[in-house]
């Protein structure tokens, strides 16, 4: 089962960008479809994006042209590129192997004015 580190959240002022990282361990995440979530406090997780083994990417529409999903296989690393960050993009990110129900430990993002 892969276990999943997030990194790179933190604050970041409205219309800027940041990074996050997830770092796999174990050679079953570069066969599985991984993905972003997020959760902010009294609502449920929701799917930010995703990318597939053969690195097909889909995004919610919120995100759409803002965020960009990547992994590296070799490496063992996904990414999420987000830019033009709204305060509604604050929230806690997880890196996920759904296949394998496994998630991250999560990282803050928070969105200021």
């Known amino acids: 089962q892969a276990q999943l580190v997030e990194s790179g959240g933190g604050l970041v002022q409205a219309g800027g960008a940041l990074r996050l990282s997830c770092a796999a361990s174990?050679?079953?995440?570069?066969?599985?479809?991984m993905a972003w979530y997020r959760q902010t406090p009294g609502k449920q997780r929701e799917l930010v994006a995703q990318?597939?083994?053969?690195?097909?990417?889909s995004y919610a529409d919120y995100v759409k042209g803002r965020f960009t999903i990547s992994r590296d296989k070799v490496k063992n690393m996904m990414y999420l590129e987000m830019n033009s960050m709204r305060h509604e993009d604050t929230a806690v990110y997880y890196c996920?192997?759904?296949?394998?129900?496994?998630w991250g430990q999560g990282t803050q993002v928070t969105v200021t004015s």
């Open positions: 174990g050679s079953v995440f570069s066969t599985v479809t």
């Open positions: 996920s192997a759904p296949f394998y129900d496994s």
């Open positions: 990318i597939t083994a053969g690195g097909r990417t």
